[in-house]
Nanobody, 127 residues
């Protein structure tokens, strides 16, 4: 099995920054993409960012582009999400997810394309 564990969440004031980490362990394939998703109370889960195995290809939701940065260190089996200029409405549980990809430059943006999920880490942005 593949396990993902998120960390780095917490309480931050609006305008502040947090860096989330996702540790991947267990059985993995040569090429897998990782996505970050978030789910606010009473809202649907939505994609925030995604990254290919190579790290060359990335995706960002329009709402976070320019403020968030996704990156990975495959030697350490780690994926990161740097979040800057956080907004109150971005309070949510943040999840990382992984799935095998057809190419090292591919990534997924739909929830149903991911097979493995972490348990999430709470991010609370206060005003």
């Amino acid at each position: 099995q593949v396990q993902l564990v998120e960390s780095g969440g917490g309480l931050v004031q609006a305008g502040g920054s947090l860096r989330l980490s996702c540790a991947v362990s267990g059985r993995t394939v040569r090429s897998y993409g990782v996505g970050w998703f978030r789910q606010a109370p009473e809202k649907e889960r939505e994609v925030v960012a995604a990254i290919s195995w190579s790290g060359i290809s990335t995706y960002y939701a329009d709402s976070v582009k320019g403020r968030f940065t996704i990156s990975r260190d495959n030697a350490k089996n780690m994926v990161y999400l740097q979040m800057n200029s956080l907004k109150v409405e971005e309070t949510a549980v943040y999840y990382c997810a992984a799935a095998a990809t057809r190419a090292t430059t591919s990534y997924y943006v739909r929830m149903r394309e991911y097979d493995y999920w972490g348990q999430g880490t709470q991010v609370t942005v206060s005003s």
